[in-house]
């Protein structure tokens, strides 16, 4: 089906960015593979190529356009040729949301400048050893000093993607504790800076996929944070995670069926490629079967995440309907990637294959962002259950 989503902005993008990955990332692939993350000069590159400043107002050095839209490209774009720009889609597609919803201009002058080129980037850290889906049982805390000029924080995140390179972190943490009637109550979020005293960098973890993306544990022993870091107002961390949730989980779903997308194709053409008992594996009614299934679940899913895409760019996307495409394209995506790796046959399993690396990239969707679990939760309450 046509698509109807993106307008000529975007499809110039597009091109954009296919040629830019073309030339600039898969003749180095392997090398960040290797290294488990990309390099730190990478981002500067993103900056200046205007990738981080789409949806930054003029006055800070963007380029003001106010559609998802972009991102969305270049998801689609990254997962086509099989390559990952690691944390970066964190720095801009989960972190701007916040600066340019809750920070002052002052704040805005201060960041947004270095946001764009790549050379202040961003993090955010939600999730603590002993909590993630219930973000309201976390214990990192945030105590107002006796002088009031700055906050002492106390605590340790895990799991923080892009956590290595971090310039700023967006950490949620307690500055009050909760109270009887809402658990959610006194938490507020800081845009702390790593070279702090007291802040440090723990394992890079190593993980089963994304092995471009450095995720690490953080911890907070006594870190100074000056009242003008304070995002927002205190205490209301756990309304700002609410109202940005949704677009952390629309790029989950974009990424993720983008991901199904691209391994319908590399699918078709291994099974078009490769010959046994004398014949293209392709040539096989099961092959034929399978990949039309698959193309029906990726057909869906691109009709789900081009829906909620146009509600996003409207802001009519709900908690709800975010949780619902979340669910359905990371589920979608689960299912036709195994199914192509299977076509595969052990090509399917080495890691010089993408559908391999895809196999394993895409396994985080249904965790991360909030589990489909949560997803359910979410959907569930919207129906009155
Ligand atoms: C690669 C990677 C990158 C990440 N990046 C970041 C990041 O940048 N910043 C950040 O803050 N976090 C990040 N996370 C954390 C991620 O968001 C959490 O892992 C996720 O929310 C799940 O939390 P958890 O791991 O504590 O699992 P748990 O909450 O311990 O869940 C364990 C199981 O219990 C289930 N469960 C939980 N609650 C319910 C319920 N109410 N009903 C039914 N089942 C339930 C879950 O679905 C799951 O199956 C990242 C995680 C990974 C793996």
Sequence with gaps: MRRTVFNEDHEAFRETIRAFVEAEVVPVYDEWLAAGQVPREFYYKLGELGVFGIEVPEEFGGAGENSFKFQAVLSEECARAGVSFGGSSVHVGLCLPYVMAYGTEEQKKRWLPGFVTGETMFAIAMTEPGTGSDLAGMKTTAKLAADGTHYVLNGAKTFITGGVHADRVIVCARTAP????????????????????????????????????????????????????????????????????????????????????????????????????????????????????????????????????????????????????????????????????????????????????????????????????????????????
């Design 178 to 385: 909760p109270s009887a009637e809402d658990r959610r109550a006194g938490i507020s979020l800081f845009v702390v800076d790593t070279k702090s005293e007291g802040y440090a960098v723990g394992r890079k973890l190593d993980k089963l996929g994304l092995k471009t993306s450095d995720t690490a544990e953080l911890s907070f022993s006594d870190v100074r944070v000056p009242l003008e870091d304070l995002l927002g107002e205190e205490g209301k961390g756990f309304s700002y995670l609410g109202q940005n949730l949704p677009q952390e989980r629309l790029a989950i779903a974009v990424g993720a069926y983008s991901q199904a997308a691209a391994a319908v194709r590399f699918a078709q053409q291994y099974v078009q490629d490769r010959t046994v008992f004398g014949k293209t594996v392709a040539s096989f009614q099961n092959t034929k079967f399978e990949l039309a299934a698959c193309k029906a679940e990726v057909d869906a899913a691109e009709a789900v995440v081009d829906r909620a895409l146009e509600a996003h760019d409207l802001r009519e996307l709900s908690a709800a309907d975010a949780a619902s495409a979340k669910l359905f394209c990371t589920e979608v995506a689960g299912r036709v990637i195994d199914r192509c790796l299977q076509l595969h046959g052990g090509y399917g399993y080495m890691n010089e294959y993408p559908i391999a690396r895809l196999y394993a990239d895409n396994r985080v969707n249904r965790i991360y962002g909030g589990t489909s679990e949560v997803m359910k939760s979410i959907i569930a309450k919207s129906m009155g259950l």
